[in-house]
């Protein structure tokens, strides 16, 4: 059956688990009025739909998290609308690509994707052939967001037109719940395909109220996968380490005051690999590679009770990320790269009225200084950027505007000048850009939303001439955007019988994207794209989610030829249905589909792929106090391959986690 058949086969099916749930939600709710029916049930489904802005926003929330056992960060969101993975299963070989921005088969990330871990940006603008530098393992957070398209970016960074991943780490205080007290987790898991291990320890400590240390270690391990063919995936293995220590004190009246400093490392090393992690072209083997991914994080935050006008955020933040290579005789191969961010952001929101209008205005001024250590595959040198953004959002009865501002500005030192110039030599630029979003909520559920952003990308690091590449002016030429989106949703209760849920969200976007530096042959492209995102729960315990995305990019090339972009993404879906008994297990079963995509020379076959995952977590019994998560992922064992991957994705994979805190 082809795969956008399905989908619509799926639905059908959906509509009559519907229908079956409703009458186990009667019968249910005669035996709650007997007094037979014992447990308090969960309503929702595992991701929300947020309607309530007209930012394309989806959160992957803790219990998500922990039930895709994940085995990096980028597995984590691949199933947002949207999102799409050059491959996922390795820290070094993934990358994420955001409506056709992000990873490409060249680069990492192509700076139009802004990572965000704790406030501090991660990630190279460029490095050539290895994946996006999200090199943090999932244990590590509690939630993640991705927020698409451009409106919503302004107060994270320029040029930003996929949209931005924002991941938050763990509280002591997720552990201890707030009260004085000592916590211990620990987390042991199993995967089938590849003999992969994990184990995740955290100490969560409280000596008093106002003060909270956390610690966390993980070790993850796992041999190279086989895929749908049963053939063994070269180079997939990987064996990483990461830390995490994290303290947070407040202090004040009414607590008014509180100062976080965090600071988390990654570390892997992988021996004979090629040095291109995506595997699209063959460079050779490594005899070595080191991976460093070091974050820091200092955060005061001033929040006096009383004062709406005053909600103030000061955070110092870097990211050291260090790959070092290592092959006999040097050369282009045995380059040792380096990529450090650091920010201080100053940030204030404040709350008020004027007459009839609401407003809330978060506005701040950021000071960035990214290095680059000079290698063979790219030039080196220093950027200085300062941006002042304002972001406001203010209501009026249903009615909400959001107007937002971003200026910046930048200085790039070549840390080797280029053909002999001079020392002083530098390249300034800078912008402004912005985006304005309305969203109106009717009072029967629906609401009606739409944006328009522009936003420019300025010139990196990586486009300073060399003597490798002297005919490139790349560096004097800001690329520019903007997007348009429209859509509508509906949020409400008790829609089809007493208890249900129901939420849902269509976003219609186009982007038209000009002066570009980052894809070689390529003048402009044009983006059109649909995304979806729906959700249905009834009182039993039963729900279902649903999102799906299409997109047309078409570009146009540097000798005006008009075709299809490489990075075009291919029209994905995913439904889950599932069921909730009480509160203590969860049962689901997901699809994933893709539709055949053959545009231009480009063919790539379209897949169904079945994910079922069981969740145990008893509060009674000798099991109690212990969550028990199991999954079956690609039951069917399909060989298949995404439009923009290249690796074939693992087959059948039986995953096993217990964990427990004491």
Known sequence: MAPHRYLWTSAAVSALLVLQSQTAFAQTATGAESGEFIGELVIGGKRDVDTATATSTTTVNQEEILDRQASTIAELIDSVPGVALVNGATPAGSGINIRGFGANGTYGTDSKVAIIVDGASKGAEEIYRVGNQLFTDPALYKTISVNRGTVGSFEYGSGIIGGVVIADTKDASDFTGGEVSLKFRQTLGYQSNGSGFVSSSILAWQPA??????????????????????????????????????????????????????????????????????????????????????????????????????DLEVALTYSDQEINQFLPGGGFLAAKLRYENTSLLIKNTSVFSTGAWDHNVRAGVEFIRKKRKDAPAAPGGTAHRTALFVVADSEIGGLTLSPSLRWETQSIDPENEPFGGSSDLDFEHDAVMGGLSAHYQFENGFSVFGSAAYSESLPIIDDLPSSSRSNRDFISTSEKSETYELGFGYDG???????????????????????????????????????????????????????????????????????????????????????????????????????????????????????????????????????????????????????????????????????KTW
Not at 558 to 576: L, M, Y
Not at 581 to 601: I, K, N
Request: glycine share 8%; no cysteine.
């Open 209 to 310: 109220e106002n003060l909270e240390f956390l610690a966390n270690f993980t070790y993850r391990e796992s041999d190279d996968y086989r895929n749908g063919a049963g053939d063994i995936e070269e180079d997939t293995s990987s064996a990483p380490y990461n830390g995490l220590v994290k303290g947070k004190f407040t202090f004040g009246d009414d607590d008014q005051h509180a100062v976080t400093l965090s600071y988390g490392e990654f570390l892997a090393i992988e021996k004979d690999v090629p040095y291109v992690t995506f595997r699209d072209v063959d460079f050779g083997n490594l005899d070595k590679r080191e991976t460093y991914d070091r974050t820091g994080v200092l955060r005061y935050e001033f929040n006096p009770a009383g004062n709406d006008l005053v």
């Open 493 to 659: 209760e008790s829609v089809f019988t007493d208890g249900d849920t129901l939420a849902f969200k269509l976003t219609a976007y186009s982007t038209d994207f000009w002066d570009n530096t980052s894809y070689f042959g390529v003048k402009d492209v044009d983006f059109k794209g649909v995304e979806v995102e729906a959700s249905y729960a009834l009182a039993n315990g039963f729900y279902t989610d649903f999102n799906a995305a299409y997109q047309n990019a078409t570009q146009v090339s540097t000798s005006d030829v008009e075709g299809p972009f490489s990075n075009e993404q291919q029209t994905v879906g995913r439904i889950t249905f599932g069921q909730r008994f009480d509160d203590t297990l969860d049962l689901s079963w997901e699809v994933a589909m893709a539709d055949d995509y053959t545009r231009g020379s480009a063919e790539d076959k379209g897949y169904t792929v079945h994910n079922w995952r069981a969740t145990y977590t008893p509060d009674n019994g000798p099991l109690a106090g212990f969550e028990v998560r199991a999954s079956l992922e690609n039951v069917f064992d399909r060989e298949y391959t995404p439009k923009v991957a290249t690796y074939a994705q693992p087959g059948t994979n039986f995953k096993f986690t217990v964990a």
